[in-house]
């Protein structure tokens, strides 16, 4: 059952092949079997059996299946799930049981999925490997041939990703800041696609950098992302920048192929170090387009080389502000002290790890008094200026095609003691986050170790259907049904 | 961008977070080699552009004034470290 | 209190402004759907949101925007069509985001002006914000308490230009702002629950030089405190300035006990906020349709009233500002005064009524005789059928029973005496057995006429309708 996806499960369940509790039961006995990977931080399984119970009941009763019904997800740790601890990968929040649930994971629940487990991330949603993680890093399942080295999955949504790889589940949710879904997804060798901001909810979502983050489908394939974000996108009124756009039935957009479709080919994301083949798979990936009907544009994004300067004022400022709330006080790790200003120090230093840390100091700099518009009004003219740079493309373009990351799955500890070297995995993915567009990243190819490499599909606001489209003809031309030494 | 140890020591104080006395040194490092790199946006040309404060294009929906939430102590207390009946509790504040 | 400070060296002039903070009239929070009201059990009015939980949102609530809108146009201000909420960053335990949702740059409301006797006082801007919860420092010996019903609660804080002299304007600013809020109904005004609150800065200098370095009394909650305060701030100051020292701009509490204000133990650093747009919310658009539909119900304004009541309905100009310095008090005036003589209903309502009200400290909202049944009572001395007397004492037995004019004045026989015949035989019977007191009258001591009357009334036990006795007697006595 390891290799069944969404619509395989919805077609397996139909036709009476197995039982949603089956399916859930196996998927319990393999996610307990992938201990290795360290990928999950809590496991859910009365919770999933109860979903696969009523899925069942309900089919048993003769009534119509829910479009989720049996199907095993994985859950970042950064969606708040009721009665069921949410740590955000932080020893702050270590024992943080929240009374209420996202909006996300309420609507997946209510579209019949079992969620079955909370995944392991970088501390608050801060990284891009998954290492900065209060319980350890998570394994990437890919290895480089000859070479035994653990690899890191990418990050933050990193858990979720090795799962999904892993086929010990076939679907994820992850959180998308700069990158975060992406990167990940790419570093896996799976599809991750971080929808428009607005689409999804950002209720009941641990936050980090609250004018990014958006929650996004993690799947082994593009159809799979197509009928997740379905279920969990929407306007929730709760969220004041939740958009109130229709939520157009993306899997039937995936039959439309992408002829007469034009896609922008930016020349400012051909970086120095990249590797060769990144750079052919690029080419390539523009050519299976071209060969499948679409028109390819060379296009310039100018301000692209600013876009992660940016992002690295703009995410930690909102970050300073939104991890303010960590205080000791209601919720969380307490540090014991005899005054409150002490209290508040050692609470904060031993709750948040080091990466945290010192995002909050440069969020807090950025924003202080003399500082605030030499960064932070400056990041947001640039951002304006990135956002621009993508508006002025989509007049003669539909989609942007680009590399997901710069390299492959990077050994498990590395640039760990360079903030700025592990900053640049996300160049690729900063920018689209930045001006709120929707991005996938589809596996298309294996580098000459043998780790995967993804491309980055981008589009326009709320055209995640374009962007499926795009993205199942890369899917289909490339035929990328390599599978990790893990799984093999 | 050279940090010095002083204003990692204000930073941090502001940021209510505690750093041993050798930290700051490497933080005052570490931290400015970030800034130093966020300054190539000084590179930029932005005189005539405005600041971009958020992502949407809708404009900010409002609630209407009915009371429908709260009235469930029981939930916002039980994680709470300290407690004193309904009240949260913290270390004394002298004003 | 004298406007000016006499010192040792001369004399000081005050520069004063005040912060208030109106918790608007609303239901539910500024950002939750929580309850406001006043007194609830601990952490029973509180939300996930003013918890903040992780992963909690602020949704803004519609009728706290058209409150802040109301009172801007109420004071004349500029109503924003574009104004964006901030975050403060600051720790504190009631404090529950580790940052207050304000208003700094961009308000919904700037400029404006309330007068007051001695000049107009320029308001600078107002803007919409969270409160903070509640911390108790005296319940518990090591540890302070909090209470979040507060947290969240939408305040509009508003604030002036220096241009307050003295702690008595600052006192008649702070009572006029108080009850064009109660009048627009976007503020209760009461200030023991918290509902107003004001800080004020305070600085002295000679009359007519540049503006002082200032101090900021934080949290006074009566107009009596604010005015003491203030008054004990300038002495300190003037005190501090004359002995060669520097006055250091910080914040102050008043301490009404002892008479003095005193430096808060607050650390310097506390004073940067970091200030930035909450990326939560989206800028905060109001169109000229929004505004204009506001205004069409926005009440007739105090100051327009008062003009009304003087041009149109002939009062004076102080019992109209006195019935206009409330809006439930115009509106009682207004609606006793329907069809009838508005100078005598004023003088009852001044009269009696704000009297008696004052006397028991009630608002008149609470007055146990409705607007319509006054106007009955003043019916009834109008056509005579009561004397002025008499009116008094129905209004007195009204006030107490709560019963309607007419059924009073029915069971108590109250009726004047107004019938000639009736009043005509009782005076040529005192004319005749008081002969004497006759002849003296009519030999030009006619002071006795007072006499004359007086026993008329004492006859008819005061019912008798004094205009026609005197009528009566001056006929009788100067043929
Ligand atoms: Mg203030
Ligand atoms: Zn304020």
Redesign the interface.
Known sequence: MRRLGLADIRAGLARGEFSAVELVEDRLVALEAAEALNAIVTLMPERALDAARAADRRRAAGEPALPLDGVPIAVKDLFCTECVRTTASSAMLE???P??ESTVTANLTAAGAALAAKTNLDEFAMGSSTATSRFGPTTNPWKAKGDQRPRAPGGSSGGSAALVAASVLPAGLGTDTGGSIRQPAAFCGIVGLKPT??RCSRWGIVAFAS?LDQAGPMTRNVRDAAILLAAMAGHD?KD??S??EPVPDFEAALGSGVKNLRIGVPLEYRVDGMPDALDVLWREGARWLAEAGAEIVDISLP?T??AL??Y??IAPAEA?SNLARY????????AP??????????T??AG?GAEV??R???G??VL?AGYYDA?Y?????????I?GDFEQAFGKIDAVLTPTAPTAAFPLGEKMDD??AMYLNDIFTVPASL??LPAISVPAGLDHTGLPLGLQLIGR?FDEATVLRAAKALEAAAGFDAEPEFVR | MALDRA??E??????????AGEEADA?AA??G???G????????D?AD?????????????????????????D????????T???????????? | MSALIEGQQGPWEYAIGLEVHAQVA???KLF????TAFGA???????????AMPGMLP???????EQAVLTGLGFGGTIACHS?FDRKNY?Y?DLPQGYQISQYTQPIVSGGAIAIPERTVRITRLHLEQDAGK???D??P???????NRAGVALMEIVTEPDLRSPDEAAEFLTRLRALLRWLGTCDGNMQEGSLRCDANVSVRRPGAVLGTRTEIKNLNSIRFLREAIDVEGRRQVEIIEAGGGIEQETR?FDPDRGETRA??TKE?AH?Y?YF?D?D?????LDGAFIDGIRAVMPELPEARRRRFVKDLGLSDYDAGLLTAERARADYFESAAMGRDTKQTANWVTGELLGRLNKEGLEIEAAPIPAAELGELIDLVADGTLSGRMGREVFEAMWNTRRPAATIVEERGLKQISDTGALESLVDELLTREADKAFEYRAGKTKLLGFFVGQVMKATSGKANPKTVNELLRAKLET
């Not at chain 1, 009004?377 to 200026?385: G, N, P, S, W």
């Not at chain 2, 004193?84 to 004003?95: D, I, L, M, N, Y």
């Not at chain 3, 949704?59 to 925007?65: E, H, W």
């Not at chain 3, 090591?142 to 979040?148: A, C, F, G, H, N």
Request: net charge positive; hydrophobic share 40%.
């Open positions: 024992s943080f049981v009374p209420y901001y607005g004018s009124p004041s920048t958009a109130r301000h080389p600013y300067p940016t690295y004022i300073s205080d000791g006080v209601r919720y969380g790790l307490r002290a005899r005054a409150i200003e002490e209290q508040y120090a050692h904060r230093r948040f840390r010192r909050v100091l440069i807090t700099y202080s960064y009004t400056k990041a947001q003219r640039v951002r304006r200026l956002a903030p700025i001006a709120g606001p | 204003t990692v204000r930073i941090a104080a502001l940021a209510r977070i505690e750093i933080l570490e931290l080699a970030i800034l790199w966020v300054e190539t946006l000084n590179e930029v932005t552009v405005a600041p971009m404060t958020s992502v949407g294009g809708h404009s900010l929906p409002w609630r209407r004034d009915v009371v429908d939430d709260g009235g469930y102590p939930r916002i207390l039980t994680n709470a470290p300290d004193a009946g309904a009240f949260f509790a913290v270390p004394k504040v002298v004003e | 609303s239901a539910a939750s759907g929580a309850p059990d601990p952490n029973t009015q509180v939300s996930l949101v003013d918890a949704v803004i609530n519609q009728a706290c925007i964006i720790f335990p911390s108790i420092h319940r518990d090591d540890r302070t308490l909090i209470d979040l509490l808060m133990r650093d940067d970091r747009p990326p919310l989206l800028p905060l658009e």
